[in-house]
């Protein structure tokens, strides 16, 4: 008989049962159920709400449970329903009367936000973990390559040249960003909830705080309405993931990109690449594809829950169930991502030479070329207009900027000068922009100093 079932003269249909079950993927909460009714039941001892000795017993039986069920010894049973129920129905069954008492003052709503907001701050740690493994990976990567010069876009086309460093601090800037959103979902779920009951709280004078404190909570929510039916802090993770998969997804575009021939800029490495089963030369980023395909599915997780949230009247309904599915499947695929791409990411070899060449090429110059005229005393407008026109010029004759004699570039304005050559140089655009930000490797320098200390402060 169901534990809910006094109410009832036929039992549910086997189809409902099935329907209604949610224990094939919520049974992952066990640890952080059996803890949270732990906490319950020693509050409702101390608060002499049940017998000291029946607290005691519940206590001993769920430890019992717990270690069983982290060992793998237990089979959760799909008629009743869900993690909740299994764990009271097998506690009741191991210690007899007194199981039946760890439900009081509680409800499977208050339970159930308890159970998944203390999943939540685990996943958030974790993610955080692997975040800071991958900067530490990509400052790595850019206090190595302060110095080497690769060209900048915008619109995938050639723009000025920057510094392999200088890039990937752009990166180290979005994941420090997504460190800060995951750290701030955290604090989202750090709410302890148990004590809202069904919707409306309860009569037994339950010590919340207490609870709290047991499970390291930071705080205790305010209002019992809001305790169940609130699932924002899912949604502030969800929100957080698809944000770090989009800044993942952008990272293995450029890798895809960088890596074939018409780049060159990279060499993937062989444990991280896979071939084809017709063309034998090919060597292929499938790796950095499937995370860029994978991005999509956490988005999807995000508008399910967004969805499911969006129509509910106060407080719980059963349509929450479905928060679970969405939110499990979005952690397991960033977990996953982030663990494959640092380890990918730490193989990546980048040929310097090829993307220093690739700086030389498609005028990135250009620009320094315009800021020279201003320094001369030329109008900026003006300095652009004579560039284009140089520019032009040395596309009909198949010319780069520092291909052209101080004659040739003097027909076009009278105030270059031989210094226009040094100034023109990769090595010279780039060191030359020295205002913070910018890829200066003093500048880059700064910037890996100032990450790596904000890394440290807020290591978890």
């Not at 493994?133 to 990509?138: A, C, K, M, P």
């Not at 380890?343 to 110059?365: I, Q, Y």
Request: net charge negative; aromatic share 8%.
């Amino acid at each position: 008989m169901k534990l809910w079932g006094g109410r009832f003269g036929k039992a549910t249909d086997g189809l409902v049962d099935d329907f209604h079950s949610s224990i094939s993927f919520d049974q992952r909460l066990f640890e952080q159920d059996i803890l949270g009714s732990m906490a319950h039941a020693t509050m409702l001892g101390e608060q002499g709400i049940i017998p000291a000795a029946d607290a005691d017993k519940i206590l001993e039986g769920l430890r019992g449970i717990l270690e069983d069920a982290r060992a793998g010894k237990i089979q959760w049973m799909v008629d009743a329903e869900d993690i909740h129920m299994n764990v009271e129905t097998l506690l009741t069954e191991r210690i007899g009367e007194a199981g039946k008492r760890l439900h009081t003052g509680r409800s499977r709503n208050d339970q159930v936000a308890l159970d998944t907001r203390m999943y939540a701050r685990v996943a958030c740690r974790e993610t955080e973990t692997l975040l800071e493994e991958l900067l530490d990976v990509i400052l790595d990567t850019a206090q190595e390559n302060l110095h080497t010069i690769m060209p900048g876009y915008t619109h995938l086309q050639k723009a000025q040249p920057i510094t392999l460093a200088h890039h990937f601090m752009a990166y180290a800037q979005m994941f420090l960003r997504d460190r800060e959103r995951f750290q701030r979902a955290f604090r989202s779920a750090d709410v302890m909830v148990l004590g809202s009951g069904a919707l409306a709280g309860t009569t037994y004078p339950l010590n919340r705080q207490r609870v709290a404190e047991l499970l390291e909570f930071g705080a205790v929510s305010e209002n019992s309405l809001d305790g169940v039916s609130d699932r924002d802090f899912l949604l502030d993770y969800l929100s957080a993931a698809s944000i770090c998969m989009m800044h993942l997804s952008r990272f293995c575009e450029e890798l895809i990109l960088w890596n074939t021939n018409e780049f060159r800029f990279v060499e993937m490495d062989d444990a991280f690449a896979t071939g084809s089963s017709i063309m034998p030369q090919k060597k292929n980023p499938d790796v950095a594809e499937l995370i860029r395909g994978k991005t999509g599915r956490v988005y999807g997780d995000l508008f399910t829950l967004l969805t499911v949230m969006k129509g509910l009247p106060l407080a719980y309904n059963k349509d929450m169930q479905e928060d679970k599915e969405a939110f499990f499947d979005a952690r397991d695929t960033l977990i996953k991502g982030l663990t494959v791409f640092t380890a990918m990411l730490k193989t990546v070899t980048f040929r310097k030479d090829v993307m220093e060449r690739g700086a030389s090429g498609g005028f990135t110059n250009a620009t320094d070329c315009a800021d020279y005229l201003v320094r001369k005393g030329v109008p900026f407008r003006d300095a652009h207009k004579v560039v284009g026109e140089l520019v032009a010029y040395c596309l009909n004759e198949n010319k780069a900027l520092l291909d052209l004699t101080l004659p040739e570039l003097q027909r076009f304005h009278p105030a270059f000068d031989q210094d226009v050559f040094d100034d023109l140089s990769m090595i010279s655009c780039v060191e030359r922009r020295k205002i913070p930000g910018a890829p200066a490797p003093e500048m880059v320098q700064q910037s890996i100093d100032s990450a790596r200390e904000r890394l440290r402060n807020g290591r978890s």
